[in-house]
Protein backbone atom coordinates (compact mmCIF):
# COMPACT_ATOMS: atom_id res chain seq x y z
CA UNK A 1 0.00 0.00 0.00
CA UNK A 2 1.09 3.36 -1.01
CA UNK A 3 2.48 6.15 1.86
CA UNK A 4 0.81 9.42 1.96
CA UNK A 5 2.42 12.79 3.31
CA UNK A 6 -0.01 15.53 3.78
CA UNK A 7 1.43 18.89 3.85
CA UNK A 8 -1.09 21.49 5.17
CA UNK A 9 -1.20 23.85 7.87
CA UNK A 10 -4.48 23.46 8.51
CA UNK A 11 -5.48 20.88 10.91
CA UNK A 12 -9.55 20.60 9.53
CA UNK A 13 -8.11 20.31 6.13
CA UNK A 14 -5.44 17.55 6.63
CA UNK A 15 -8.58 15.55 8.52
CA UNK A 16 -10.44 15.84 5.57
CA UNK A 17 -8.17 14.57 2.65
CA UNK A 18 -7.34 12.15 5.40
CA UNK A 19 -10.92 10.71 5.01
CA UNK A 20 -11.02 11.18 1.54
CA UNK A 21 -7.97 9.17 1.43
CA UNK A 22 -9.03 6.40 3.86
CA UNK A 23 -12.24 6.34 1.64
CA UNK A 24 -10.09 5.63 -1.34
CA UNK A 25 -8.26 2.64 0.44
CA UNK A 26 -4.93 4.43 1.43
CA UNK A 27 -4.24 3.79 5.02
CA UNK A 28 -0.74 4.75 5.46
CA UNK A 29 -0.83 8.47 5.72
CA UNK A 30 1.27 10.92 7.55
CA UNK A 31 1.17 14.60 7.79
CA UNK A 32 3.45 17.73 8.13
CA UNK A 33 2.12 21.51 9.02
CA UNK A 34 4.79 23.14 7.02
CA UNK A 35 7.35 22.63 3.77
CA UNK A 36 10.43 22.01 6.56
CA UNK A 37 8.89 20.12 7.99
CA UNK A 38 8.24 17.87 5.28
CA UNK A 39 11.59 17.94 4.31
CA UNK A 40 12.91 16.88 7.05
CA UNK A 41 10.35 13.90 6.98
CA UNK A 42 10.90 13.27 3.36
CA UNK A 43 14.96 12.30 4.47
CA UNK A 44 13.67 10.38 7.14
CA UNK A 45 11.05 8.08 5.04
CA UNK A 46 10.17 7.90 1.43
CA UNK A 47 6.76 8.58 0.15
CA UNK A 48 4.68 7.85 -2.60
CA UNK A 49 2.89 10.63 -2.57
CA UNK A 50 3.03 13.88 -1.64
CA UNK A 51 -0.23 16.41 -1.33
CA UNK A 52 0.45 20.02 -0.55
CA UNK A 53 -2.49 21.97 0.12
CA UNK A 54 -1.02 25.73 0.00
CA UNK A 55 -0.07 27.99 0.63
CA UNK A 56 1.71 26.63 4.01
CA UNK A 57 3.00 28.77 6.98
CA UNK A 58 6.59 29.07 6.28
CA UNK A 59 6.18 28.61 1.88
CA UNK A 60 3.80 29.16 -0.85
CA UNK A 61 4.82 24.66 -1.56
CA UNK A 62 5.70 25.21 -5.33
CA UNK A 63 9.21 25.28 -4.30
CA UNK A 64 8.78 21.92 -1.99
CA UNK A 65 6.78 20.58 -4.86
CA UNK A 66 9.52 21.18 -7.62
CA UNK A 67 11.95 19.90 -5.04
CA UNK A 68 10.16 16.79 -4.39
CA UNK A 69 9.59 16.70 -7.50
CA UNK A 70 13.18 16.68 -8.77
CA UNK A 71 14.89 14.68 -5.56
CA UNK A 72 12.60 11.62 -4.81
CA UNK A 73 10.17 9.18 -7.31
CA UNK A 74 6.77 10.04 -5.20
CA UNK A 75 3.86 11.65 -6.73
CA UNK A 76 3.11 15.44 -5.82
CA UNK A 77 -0.44 16.84 -6.05
CA UNK A 78 -0.69 20.36 -4.81
CA UNK A 79 -4.00 21.98 -4.04
CA UNK A 80 -4.23 25.41 -4.95
CA UNK A 81 -7.21 28.43 -4.77
CA UNK A 82 -8.64 28.74 -8.01
CA UNK A 83 -7.55 32.39 -8.54
CA UNK A 84 -3.77 31.07 -8.56
CA UNK A 85 -4.31 27.56 -9.95
CA UNK A 86 -3.10 28.57 -13.67
CA UNK A 87 0.03 30.59 -12.56
CA UNK A 88 1.55 27.77 -10.28
CA UNK A 89 0.54 25.34 -12.84
CA UNK A 90 2.66 27.19 -15.39
CA UNK A 91 5.64 27.10 -12.78
CA UNK A 92 5.41 23.21 -11.90
CA UNK A 93 4.15 21.77 -14.86
CA UNK A 94 7.65 20.94 -16.13
CA UNK A 95 8.43 19.23 -13.07
CA UNK A 96 5.41 16.74 -13.31
CA UNK A 97 3.24 18.11 -10.50
CA UNK A 98 -0.42 17.89 -10.59
CA UNK A 99 -2.30 20.61 -9.53
CA UNK A 100 -5.76 20.78 -8.72
CA UNK A 101 -8.18 23.80 -8.18
CA UNK A 102 -9.70 24.37 -4.77
CA UNK A 103 -12.22 24.26 -3.67
CA UNK A 104 -11.95 21.00 -5.44
CA UNK A 105 -14.85 18.12 -5.96
CA UNK A 106 -14.67 14.27 -4.68
CA UNK A 107 -14.04 12.96 -8.12
CA UNK A 108 -11.74 15.37 -9.33
CA UNK A 109 -9.42 14.84 -6.37
CA UNK A 110 -9.50 10.92 -6.53
CA UNK A 111 -8.71 11.37 -10.59
CA UNK A 112 -6.03 13.11 -9.75
CA UNK A 113 -4.90 10.53 -7.18
CA UNK A 114 -5.24 7.66 -9.50
CA UNK A 115 -3.03 9.71 -12.52
CA UNK A 116 -0.24 10.44 -9.84
CA UNK A 117 -0.42 6.30 -8.79
CA UNK A 118 -0.26 5.30 -12.50
CA UNK A 119 2.09 7.84 -13.42
CA UNK A 120 4.76 7.08 -10.68
CA UNK A 121 4.27 2.83 -11.43
CA UNK A 122 5.19 4.35 -15.01
CA UNK A 123 8.29 6.72 -13.91
CA UNK A 124 9.37 3.40 -11.49
CA UNK A 125 9.24 0.94 -14.12
CA UNK A 126 11.51 3.08 -16.35
CA UNK A 127 13.92 3.76 -14.23
CA UNK A 128 14.20 0.11 -13.36
CA UNK A 129 14.54 -0.57 -17.03
CA UNK A 130 17.32 2.28 -17.20
CA UNK A 131 19.15 0.30 -14.29
CA UNK A 132 18.77 -2.95 -16.26
CA UNK A 133 20.22 -1.29 -19.79
CA UNK A 134 22.93 -0.07 -17.78
CA UNK A 135 24.29 -3.12 -15.57
CA UNK A 136 23.77 -4.57 -19.77
CA UNK A 137 25.78 -1.96 -21.06
CA UNK A 138 28.90 -2.22 -18.24
CA UNK A 139 28.66 -6.18 -19.13
CA UNK A 140 29.16 -5.00 -22.93
CA UNK A 141 32.01 -2.68 -22.17
CA UNK A 142 33.89 -5.60 -20.30
CA UNK A 143 33.33 -8.22 -22.36
CA UNK A 144 35.06 -5.98 -24.90
CA UNK A 145 37.91 -4.94 -22.77
CA UNK A 146 38.08 -8.64 -22.34
CA UNK A 147 38.35 -9.52 -26.35
CA UNK A 148 41.20 -6.91 -27.10
CA UNK A 149 42.91 -8.24 -24.41
CA UNK A 150 42.71 -11.74 -25.80
CA UNK A 151 43.24 -9.79 -29.26
CA UNK A 152 46.90 -8.00 -27.71
CA UNK A 153 48.14 -10.93 -25.74
CA UNK A 154 47.03 -14.08 -27.28
CA UNK A 155 46.79 -13.05 -31.03
CA UNK A 156 43.18 -13.60 -31.33
CA UNK A 157 40.78 -11.51 -34.46
CA UNK A 158 37.44 -10.36 -32.98
CA UNK A 159 35.96 -13.66 -34.12
CA UNK A 160 37.89 -15.71 -32.37
CA UNK A 161 38.25 -13.93 -29.13
CA UNK A 162 33.72 -13.52 -29.39
CA UNK A 163 33.62 -17.59 -29.66
CA UNK A 164 36.45 -17.69 -27.10
CA UNK A 165 34.35 -16.11 -24.78
CA UNK A 166 31.14 -17.56 -25.32
CA UNK A 167 32.37 -21.31 -25.44
CA UNK A 168 34.29 -20.68 -21.61
CA UNK A 169 30.81 -19.12 -20.30
CA UNK A 170 28.91 -22.40 -21.82
CA UNK A 171 31.31 -24.54 -20.89
CA UNK A 172 32.16 -23.93 -17.39
CA UNK A 173 28.50 -22.49 -16.95
CA UNK A 174 29.38 -19.05 -15.97
CA UNK A 175 27.97 -15.49 -17.12
CA UNK A 176 30.51 -13.86 -19.95
CA UNK A 177 30.90 -11.29 -17.12
CA UNK A 178 32.40 -13.77 -14.98
CA UNK A 179 34.19 -14.59 -17.91
CA UNK A 180 35.18 -11.66 -19.25
CA UNK A 181 36.50 -10.48 -15.40
CA UNK A 182 38.65 -13.67 -15.25
CA UNK A 183 40.13 -12.86 -18.55
CA UNK A 184 40.89 -9.21 -17.42
CA UNK A 185 42.44 -10.86 -13.98
CA UNK A 186 44.92 -12.75 -15.96
CA UNK A 187 46.29 -10.53 -18.60
CA UNK A 188 45.58 -6.87 -16.87
CA UNK A 189 47.14 -7.81 -13.54
Known sequence: MEKVLIVSSTPKATEHLTK???????SRIVAAMSGSEARRMMLDDGYDIVIINTPLPDEFGAELAVNLSETTSCGVL???????????FSKVEDFGVFVVEKPMNTAMFYQAIKLISASRRRILGLKNENVRLQKKIEEIRLVDRAKCA?????????AQAH????????????TRREVAQGILQTYES
Open 20 to 26: MLQMNRY
Open 78 to 88: MLVKVDRADDV
Open 150 to 158: LIEYLGMTE
Open 163 to 174: RHIEKQAMDLRM
